[in-house]
């Protein structure tokens, strides 16, 4: 019997007209479109922004992604994530997992795909990258990420802040992801460094809801969503 294949889709930040042609032709194809569902939405945002490429007849398959830092419940959690698509190839469907951004980058379908290798060794996977939230904005800002000999940083913000000071030395520019739950503290930190007028707040972007603003005080009693992050540009943005 002929397996189906795993693809891996970044769907990019928010507007489905930044999906690659490759994703929007995968995703015209493909009979499962797997994803992951937590508590944090109500509805997939993936899905939303896929939603016009995907087949009529797919089978939207949801899998869930406990709101832990438990090794043992995730891993759990991805070893059963895994088994359910493997079933899928195995019965020679093919699959797409579709995340935010790029598929290859602070993203569950990574761990799970590591799963899927476990439980199926002759896996066909074919990954397809996506835009990064942090790529989107440079453009929309017309400023770029880094020139020259400069260095970046990308860096979860949920991870522990006590570095943050280090990385703003070492680093002229700076992209915080996941900055909504820290944000207060975050903020502290880039007072002491003197760089509040050298960082933007963005949430959503791409989405018709976007919010982007360098008036940093504004968004510390604000709600925050999850999708939000900080871009530190030590140079100012022009």
């Not at 951004?101 to 476990?118: N, R």
């Not at 996506?130 to 800002?141: K, N, V």
């Amino acid at each position: 019997m002929t397996t189906g294949t795993l693809y891996g889709i970044g769907v990019g930040p928010g507007s489905a007209d930044l999906l690659t042609v490759k994703a929007v032709n995968l995703l015209a194809k493909v009979t499962t479109v797997c994803l992951i569902k937590s508590g944090a939405e109500k509805n997939s945002v993936a899905l939303g922004i896929a939603r016009p490429y995907i087949r009529e007849d797919a089978e939207i398959l949801a899998v869930a992604a406990p709101m832990t830092h438990d090794e043992k419940i995730l891993a759990e959690a991805w070893q059963t994530a895994a088994k359910i698509i493997v079933g899928k190839l195995q019965a020679g469907s093919d699959v797409a997992f579709i995340t935010l951004g790029d598929c290859m980058l602070f993203s569950t379908y990574t761990y799970i795909m590591k799963q899927v290798k476990i439980q199926f060794p002759a896996v066909k996977i074919e990954n397809v990258p996506g835009i990064a939230a942090y790529s989107y904005l440079a453009s929309y800002l017309a400023t770029a990420l880094a020139e020259g000999g400069e260095n970046l940083a990308i860096i979860p913000a949920v991870s522990e802040l006590a570095k943050l000071p280090d990385i703003l030395q070492n680093f002229p520019n700076v992209i915080l992801m996941k900055v909504a739950g820290k944000y207060g503290d975050i903020l502290n930190i880039l007072d002491e460094k003197g760089l509040r007028q050298n960082t933007v707040y963005v949430s959503k972007l791409g989405h018709p809801d976007q919010f982007i603003t360098f008036d940093l005080d504004s968004m510390r009693k604000a709600e925050r969503h999850y999708l939000s992050m900080l871009w530190v540009k030590q140079g100012g943005f022009i």
